[in-house]
């Protein structure tokens, strides 16, 4: 999932964490809100544990401290990976109705082919080589196992591969970079059980593609920076209890780059457009060691 080492895409610690959260709290209360910091690399051979300890719970609210750590396999003493403060509230009247919407028109996911489709045009359009064909599989193919992805043809992504084919001029290119934006239509390839998983699996999806956002849109990719990570995230629920084995549009644009670090955000609406949920992130975007030596 984006990493050459045997470190873990950091939507799985997002979605183990706000499922063991879940597991704890009370039946009538929905997670609106999931903030938490990046500590360090989790590793995908050694296994994750997720402590929640409750913070408060109200007649409206109850919250949790999650800390994600692993054991050191040299010593055996838990190294904390992220932590990430939930936020549950049960339902209430609303008394103002109204949901943003996309920054653009985008094709309706019956009109858009899954990625493998889309990889398979470019390299018979010459547009891309069957090297990067391959490459692409190897960082993301694994994606294609959790859930179903059509990226819409009017994003950037969609155009230049996820910044992967850096030469292609996009249908976006005289816009600024905070003009700019991708879109895709994502569901799960699995029926989920619990409100819990459903959960668990937004947060997953909304980390996708934030950190290196910044690179797709600007005609770069990993081997043109020296780290590119997510430091932080903020989910924020809108829609409880959304289906994610439904269809739903994922849009990301990017807000800020500068000192080192990016400011990136995705949104989800569902098919009848409303806004399900945000996630914001900062990240690392590291000038590669040989320039900043220079």
């Known amino acids: ?110 009109d858009c082919v899954p990625w493998d489709r889309l990889v398979e045009d470019l390299v018979k359009a010459e547009k891309i080589t069957e090297p990067l064909f391959r490459a692409f599989h190897t960082l993301f193919g694994l994606s294609r196992g959790l859930y179903e992805g059509r990226p819409c043809p009017e994003g950037v992504a969609a155009q230049n591969l996820l910044g992967m084919a850096k030469t292609i001029k996009t249908s976006q290119e005289e816009l600024s970079p905070t003009e700019k934006s991708s879109a895709d239509w994502v569901r799960v390839q699995h029926p989920l059980q619990t409100e819990g998983e459903e959960i668990a699996s937004l947060g997953f999806i909304m980390d996708g593609i934030l950190a290196f956002l910044p690179l797709a849109h600007n005609h770069m990719f990993f081997d043109d920076v020296g780290a590119c990570s997510s430091l932080d995230f903020a989910l924020r629920i809108f829609t409880p209890r959304p289906k994610m084995d439904e269809w739903h549009l994922r849009e990301i644009i990017n807000h800020h780059a500068g000192n080192g670090r990016t400011y990136s955000e995705s949104k989800l609406w569902d098919e009848g457009g409303n806004l399900v949920a945000s996630m914001t992130q900062k990240s690392i975007l590291r000038v590669p060691a040989k320039a900043a030596r220079m």
């Open 1 to 110: 999932m984006g990493n050459s080492a045997p470190i873990a895409y950091g939507g799985y610690a997002i979605a183990l964490a706000i499922h063991a959260a879940y597991k704890t709290t009370p039946d009538g209360f929905h997670l609106h809100s999931a903030l938490g910091h990046y500590l360090r690399p989790v590793s995908t051979e050694i296994n994750l544990i997720c402590t929640p300890v409750k913070l408060r719970q109200s007649k409206s609210f109850v919250s949790y401290r999650v800390a994600v750590e692993q054991n050191n396999p040299s010593t055996g003493q838990p190294h904390l990976c992220m932590e990430l403060l939930a936020d549950f509230h049960t339902d209430e009247p609303s008394v103002l109705t109204f949901s943003s919407k996309p920054t653009r028109s985008y094709s309706h996911w019956r």
